[in-house]
């Protein structure tokens, strides 16, 4: 059987990314982080962020931010503007870091690949464990969302930790886990933007210019996500912009939402874009970050 592998120009790419990002956003994107635990004989850390409007009689929602491959805690957090949202509403924000260079969640259940899954799940598990200890986090209100690579993660979180988990976001998500090995105890509401031209996990599947991958079809990806999350009638459509549109399974024991970005690429709508030429189109007709938020407060 042919081993999954990753190109080596991606490597180049992701070196290059790093690069262009360090050089213009400086010190406030470098791979600072301010929180560390030992999980499964491992140490982790984790970049966390607490708004002043904090009140520890209160209990607290939080969200966790999962960076994509060749990413890291501190670029996510500026990309997505998550910490501003947690400024508005009074959530934390805390945003895991992955394992090896670059920077990667091990978020696959191939056979070909010893990934260690098990050992970033459990490490979210003890994140989450460690942030209640120290704050009054509202343990209905836990909810988890990542980009690429993360959201291929938070996707396999909403697996196996279905009863900590209240919902989740994708966004330009790398679904490797697979749906053979889906079996949360309780289906999880989502929310999921892909970008119609993203050449790096591809919306209509497979292996893409960088990844020698079995990436699924999108928008058979959702509609198998909406089966299993109990929707029972069809879709309904949501009009955003020319370039951006949506569907919405509403009858459903755990609702899903599908945003498709028309030309968009491998980025977060809404957010800082990354370098087109290796990246693609960043939209902004709408904001990621603010829809997920938004969706969040509907599913405690």
């Known amino acids: 059987m042919k081993k999954w592998v990753i190109r080596p120009i991606l490597i ?64 996510l957090m500026q990309m997505s503007g998550w910490n501003d949202l947690a400024d508005l509403y009074g959530f934390i924000v805390v945003y895991p870091s992955g394992t090896g260079f670059p920077l990667r969640w091990r978020a696959t259940s191939s056979p070909d690949i010893d990934s260690g899954l098990s050992h970033d799940v459990q490490f979210i598990q003890d994140l989450i464990d460690q942030l209640a200890s ?18 291929g993660m938070s996707f396999a979180l909403s697996c196996q930790l279905s009863e900590r988990v209240a919902a989740i976001g994708f966004v330009s998500g790398a679904y490797l886990y697979s749906w053979d090995d889906c079996t949360p105890s309780q289906a999880i509401p989502a ?12 919306f209509q599947g497979g292996p893409s210019r960088a990844f020698d991958l079995p990436f699924p079809n999108i928008p058979d990806w959702i509609n198998t996500l909406a089966r299993r999350n109990g929707c029972n009638q069809a879709s309904q459509e949501i009009s955003v912009s020319r370039q951006v549109s949506g569907l919405q399974y509403k009858d459903c024991e755990a609702e899903v939402v599908f945003y498709s970005i028309t030309g968009g690429g491998h980025t977060w709508p809404g957010g800082q874009p990354l370098p087109e030429f290796i990246a693609g189109h960043t939209n902004q007709d709408v904001d990621a970050t603010r829809l997920m938020w938004e969706f969040f407060q509907q599913h405690p």
């Open 12 to 75: 180049l790419l992701g070196l290059a990314v790093i690069l262009i990002i360090v050089t213009i956003g400086g010190y406030r994107l470098a791979n600072q982080t301010n929180g560390s635990l030992v999980s499964s004989g491992e140490k982790r850390t984790y970049l966390l962020y607490v708004p002043n409007s904090y009140d520890p009689a209160v209990p607290t929602a939080l969200v966790i931010s999962l960076h994509g491959f060749v990413q890291w805690p501190a670029h």
């Open 191 to 202: 929310i999921v933007f892909h970008g119609t031209e993203d050449a790096i996990v591809p």
């Open 134 to 151: 120290e704050y009054n986090l509202d343990s209905e209100r836990i909810y988890v969302n990542g980009m690429s690579n993360g959201g």
